[in-house]
C-alpha cells in the first residue's frame, strides 16, 4: 500500500486524525463527518508505514454487521493480513474458549432463554410481573457493574423505574446470580465480566492477549458501558496504543447503561492524548444540518464544540407541520411519501422515523391504504411482542361479544403512572395500537370476531412487507435509524410525550432525548418533513397533544431559513425577526386557536377544568407573567410557555428547579432562562 495514496480524498482534520502519531488518540466525529473512513484509513496507514502490524490489531464495534463493514474496507483498501475486527462479546466469548481449552477447564453453559430462566425464580406477587422486566434491570446493573447489594441506590441515583420495589428487584437480582452460579450459566454480560475476571487475575493469559492485541481501536466509544471499559483496559494494560471514535452527541444509550462520560472525560483520563475533532458533514444539506445544530445550541447535555458545517449543496428548508389527529398525520406522511416518488425515484430512498414502536402500526395502515410498499426495520413485530400475543389468545378465549372485550382492553391501557417501569409504559403503548387497530377493523366487519380481527391484523401488518431487500420505504424508530441515512426522511408524531418520551423525568434523561432527536434529524440527506398530531386516541379517550418543545427551537431554526438567514448563523443560535402573525410558512408555529375547546390552550379569561378553582389565581398569575415576557421578547406567547403547561406548572406547583424540569413542556431550556421567575410568581402568588 501506498501511505500518501490513502489520504487521497480526505480534508485536513480526517488527514491528520489519519496520520497522528500521538496514542491515545480521540476521534470526535459527528454524524455524516466519515468516521468509518477515517478509522480504516488510519490502521491501513499506520500498517502502510510499519507503525503497526496489522496481524495484531483489534478493532471493537457495536454489531457484526459493523464489523464485517469495516474488514470488508480494509481489504478493499489494499490491507491483505486479516485484521481482527468483532463486538465485545464475541471477542471475549472467543478468548474464553482459548482459555478454557488451554487448560482444560470445563466451559459453563451459555444461557439463551434469560427471561424465561427468571420467570423460573419469582415467587408470589413476583409472578404478576413479566420476567423481561427484571431481565432490563439485570442487565443494566452489569453492564454498570453494580452487584445485587448496590442495586437500589444504583438504581435510584440513576431514576431508574423497576417493575416492583428497588428492594424486591435486588432480591431478584440476587437469586438469579446465586441460581446461574449453581448452574454454571453465564449469560452475555458475564461473557465481559469473567474475561475482564481473568485477565485481571491470569498474568499468563493477560501476557498473551495483550500480546494478540497490541493495537486497539473502538468504534462508537459513546455507547461504551462501564463493564466494556473495564474489559478494554484489562485489554490495553500499562499501554498506549488506543485509538477510540465517537460522537457525545449521538449518545443515545446510557438507558441501557451506557456511560458517554467515558468519551468526555478523555482528555482528563489522557491528558497525554490528543482529541481531533471531525466537523465536516458530507451527508445532510446546509438548511437540514443548520436546523439539527441549532438543537445543540444551550441545551445541556450536549457537545456545543462538536457543531458542524455542511458540504453539500444547499436544498429545502425543513417543513414542520401540525395535524389534527394521529389517522390524518398517518394519511398526510404517506402523502407526502407518494408525492416524492417521481418518475425513477426509489421507494428506499424515503424513510419514517418514530420515537416508539407503538406508533409505527397506523402508519403500517396508511401506506397500505394508500398502495406504498413498506418494511418495518430493526423491531420485533406488534403481533409477536409478548403482551400482544396474551391479548390475542384472551380475545379467542373470552364468550363475550368481540366488541365488549376491546372495550374493556381500551380501559385497562389509560393509565398514566409515573412510577410505572419503562417496559410497562412500551406494553401500554403496545396494547394501546392494538386497541386503535381494533377499532378500524370493527369498522369495517359486521359482526367482528376476534378471528377475523387476527386475519385482519395478518394482512394489514405484515402481508404488504417486501423481501427485506426489496423496494420498500423504510418504518423504523430513532434508535433503530443511528447509523443509517436516506435522501428524504419523514420524523413522525414530535411531541410531548414522545419526544422527549414521556418517562424521561431526569435532567440527564432530558438531554439524552435531545440527542436522540438530533441523530434522527441528522439521518436526511436532501429532505426532511416532521410532522406532529394535535390531538391522539388512547384507549377511550382523545387526548390534546403539544408539540415538542424541541421542535420549538427547530421550527424557529426552520423559520430563519425561510427568512433568508446565513445557516451557519442560524445553526449557531440566530432566528428570525418576529413577523406579522398573517405570516406563513411551511415551518411556521402553530397559531394558538382562542375557539378551540378540546386543545392545551385556552381563551382569555378560561381555566382548564382539570385546574381546581383555588389555583386560578395561580394561573392568572403566570398567565400574566408570560404575557410580560413574549411582549419584551417579542415572541408569540405560547413560544414562553403554553397553556397545557402553564396548568400543570400550577397543579404541580413546584419549588425547585428540579422539580419545575419534570412538568410537561419545561426543558432545560426554559427551566435556566425562565425557571427563577416561575418559581418566584408560585411562591408569591401562593404566600399572598
Partial sequence: MDPDALLDGLNTAQRLAVTSPTSPLCILAGAGSGKTRVLTRRIAYRAATGDLDPRHVLALTFTRKAAGELTARLRSLGLREQVAAGTFHSVAYAQLRTRWAERNITPPQLMTRKAGFVIGLLTGAEKSTPGIDFVAEIEWAKARMVEPEAYPDAAKNAGRKPPISYEATAAVYARYEDQRRQKRLIDFDDMLRVCHRDLQSDDGFAASQRWRFAHLFVDEFQDVNPLQHALLEAWRGDRNDLCIVGDPNQAIYSWNGADPDLLRTFPQRFPAGETIRLLDNYRSSPQILAAANALLVGGRGVDHDGTQSATRPDGGVPSVRELPDERAEAAAIARAARDRHGPGARWSNQAVLVRTNAQLPIIEEAMKSAGIPFRVRGATPLLDQPEIKAALGDLRRTPRPFSDAIHDLALSVVVDDESESDRAAERRANLDALVQMARDYMAIESPPTANGFFLWLTATTRADQPDPNGEAIELLT??????????????????????????????????????????AATRAERELLCTWAKSRTFGERSIPRDRSEFLDTYAAACEALEAGLDPIAVGNGATAPSQPSSTTTRSSKPKAKSNSSKGPRQRPGKYPDSLDPADHPLFDALRAWRSERSKSADVPAFVVCNDHTLAEITRQKPTTPVELLRVNGMGEIKVSKFGDEILAVISETTDS
Fill in 478 to 519: 430513532f434508535h433503530a435509524a443511528k447509523g443509517l441515512e436516506w435522501p428524504i426522511v419523514h420524523l413522525a408524531g414530535i411531541e410531548q410525550g414522545y419526544v422527549p418520551i414521556g418517562h424521561a423525568k431526569t435532567p440527564g434523561a432530558w438531554a439524552e432525548e435531545r440527542r436522540l432527536f438530533y441523530v
